[in-house]
DNA sequence: CGACGATCGATAGTAGACAATCTACAAAAC
DNA sequence: GTTTTGTAGATTGTCTACTATCGATCGTCG
């Protein structure tokens, strides 16, 4: 079945943890990382360091300086609007195709992330938020059936939550996602699309 | 003056090779690409090798399997109108911004490289046709004033050329574009951008 | 006070080795 | 005859160690 395919290799291991560490604010904006540190810190040499940091430049999270080391990334402000509606484009068409995949199981699946979610937004813990909220849409990525949006949704995304995480309050984001939810649930398509609408921005 | 940043690294050097040769054709979709082949035609080592074939990767030009090696990706049919979609909102939102910006000297650069795509139009050169597509997105794209918006934009445009150097009839190439740069020329924002949503597609 | 240069720190690149694992083909079992 | 197993080869993934190069810093000197 659907089975979660686990980062296999120590790039991608690495990878999404400074994913993770950049996105929930637990890095923050400037912070020199450096190839040796980051060896040592998770044991392993540099050579998949080296991979996970030009990935996740890539990505728009660090920034590279030739022969100099990467930084989380500053916030560009005036790239905001470009990106939201950017990002409304591919979630609206994921959320398109994913309604003709929507079963029990994945439901049940969106319904947890919104109870951890909420859990997350009671107790203001922004890392956990971060992680709920990008859970969430991913599985509507997922859903989707086109594995080719995934790459394409995720440096976007990645770009807006390094914001979002930031400047924005995010408290209602509880509410905002159990609606998406709730519409996916009663199969309304065009409800789910305008809270998935009022959700970006 | 405006010098262009020739790619510094050989990483880039690389990506920027293997990348001109994939979008062009010269690279055709399933070829393999191994490592320890292109150190030794590019004489260098493997490490960058493996950082521009990750970075490809990353752009969708290339396919990863773990163990297995990278090959040049298929196009992906159901994708393309989202892709479109997404080009045509992140080159409106670097024209209108590269209004502010355009000068006698890039509308010259612009005019040789719409001389350059009749040319290669004529002779039915698609890589020439491809490369010079491109150079004239890009350079509004950098005129734009924004530096981010290059990275965004390279992925979405790089999976829609992959599709299109083989699917499309792209001998109208060369009017589209001298209409937008006969638009830009007259400082016409309403008619560029007509345009440049006719030529995106 | 400012310009210049040495030094330092970090990455970029090189070289070679080994481990992990995927593909394919051939042999054995049913 | 079909399926399973096993083995060999190829390729990437990772490691180690080293050199080259670039950027930044900090003195020194004019």
Redesign the pocket.
């Known amino acids: 079945m659907s089975e979660i395919p686990v980062a296999r290799?120590?790039?991608e291991q690495v990878a999404d943890r400074i994913r993770a560490d950049v996105l929930s604010g637990r890095l923050t904006e400037g912070t020199s990382?450096?190839?040796?540190a980051l060896a040592k810190q998770y044991s392993?040499?540099?050579?998949?360091i080296?991979?996970a940091l030009l990935q996740l430049t890539q990505e728009g999270l660090l920034v590279?300086?030739?022969?100099?080391?990467?930084r989380v990334a500053a916030v560009k402000p005036e790239t905001q609007s470009l990106l939201v509606g950017l990002r409304r484009q591919v979630e609206e068409f994921a959320l398109k195709n994913a309604f003709k995949h929507f079963t029990d199981e994945i439901i049940e699946k969106l319904d947890q992330t919104v109870a951890r979610l909420r859990n997350a937004c009671e107790a203001e813990d922004l890392a956990a938020i971060v992680e709920n909220d990008m859970a969430l849409h991913r599985t509507i990525i997922d859903t989707s059936g086109n594995p080719e949006v995934l790459p394409i949704w995720l440096p976007i995304v990645s770009r807006m939550m390094l914001h979002y995480g930031r400047h924005s309050n995010i408290m209602d984001s509880h509410r905002e996602h159990a609606a998406i939810v709730s519409a996916i649930r009663a199969g309304d398509q065009k409800a789910a699309i305008a809270a998935l609408r009022a959700n970006i921005q």
């Open positions: 290799t120590i790039r990382l450096r190839e040796h392993v040499s540099r050579a998949p080296r991979d590279a300086k030739p022969n100099c080391g990467v």
